[in-house]
């Protein structure tokens, strides 16, 4: 019972699917964002503190978290405006925007895996590393994206009732058009 609610959560299958067909809101959702933006913000705070050896101060972990918890919103709000206004250009089943915010929701478990290996990424050239002197970190990256780019699109699929090819489609020219901005604006 225990395995098959966890392999709903990670494959985003049996009722948290029909949650996202539904349309209906579960608390699952914020709490994935929640947990994702923990692994974030203790990430950002351990890799800070790495060096000193001081005892631990909660309140900037407190302060981290917090903060990590806001960018990651800020991804979802962003994503899910990107993912919601493909789905109505392209015809898909008509949604409200706080249902696909809260079915993306459910994708942000790698998402917050592959900001932490971000972090770590970070940390290692501020050291004078490389990531190919780290492969673990890289494949770790590669990783935790394409499976989020797959819960997207099963997602994305999911509300709209896309075919998965469309959904692929859909996706893949939200994050060209996300790329494109960040290769612009900087990031």
Same mark, same amino acid.
């Given at each position: 019972m225990l395995l098959n609610w966890l392999w709903d959560i990670v494959a985003?299958?049996?009722?948290i699917a029909?949650?996202?067909?539904?349309?209906?809101?579960l608390l699952l959702s914020p709490l994935i964002v929640f947990v994702a933006?923990?692994?974030h913000g203790l990430a950002l705070f #351990?890799?800070?503190?790495? =060096?000193?050896?001081?005892?631990? $101060?909660?309140?900037?972990? *407190?302060?981290?978290?917090?903060? &990590?918890?806001?960018?990651?919103?800020?991804?979802?709000l962003g994503i899910a405006l990107l993912l919601w206004g493909i789905g109505k250009v392209l015809g898909g089943a008509a949604s409200r925007f706080i249902?696909?915010?809260?079915?993306?929701?459910?994708?942000?478990?790698? #998402?917050?895996?592959?900001? =932490?290996?971000?972090?770590?990424? $970070?940390?290692?050239?501020? *050291?004078?590393?490389?990531?190919? &002197?780290?492969?673990?970190?890289?494949?770790?990256?590669?990783?935790a994206f394409v499976y989020f780019l797959y819960l997207l699109t099963k997602v994305l699929h999911l509300l709209t009732g896309f075919p998965m090819k469309r959904a692929v489609v859909c996706v893949a020219v939200s994050f060209v058009f996300i790329l494109s901005f960040i290769y612009l604006v900087g990031y």
């Open positions: 985003i299958d049996g009722k029909a949650s996202i067909r539904e349309k209906r809101s933006a923990q692994i #351990y890799y800070k503190n790495a =060096a000193s050896t001081d005892q631990v $101060n909660i309140a900037e972990a *407190a302060f981290y978290v917090v903060f &990590g918890y806001m960018a990651v919103i800020a991804s979802q249902d696909v915010f809260i079915a993306v929701g459910y994708a942000f478990l790698p #998402y917050g895996v592959l900001l =932490a290996a971000n972090t770590h990424y $970070n940390f290692l050239q501020k *050291a004078g590393g490389s990531i190919s &002197g780290s492969p673990l970190t890289g494949l770790v990256m590669l990783s």
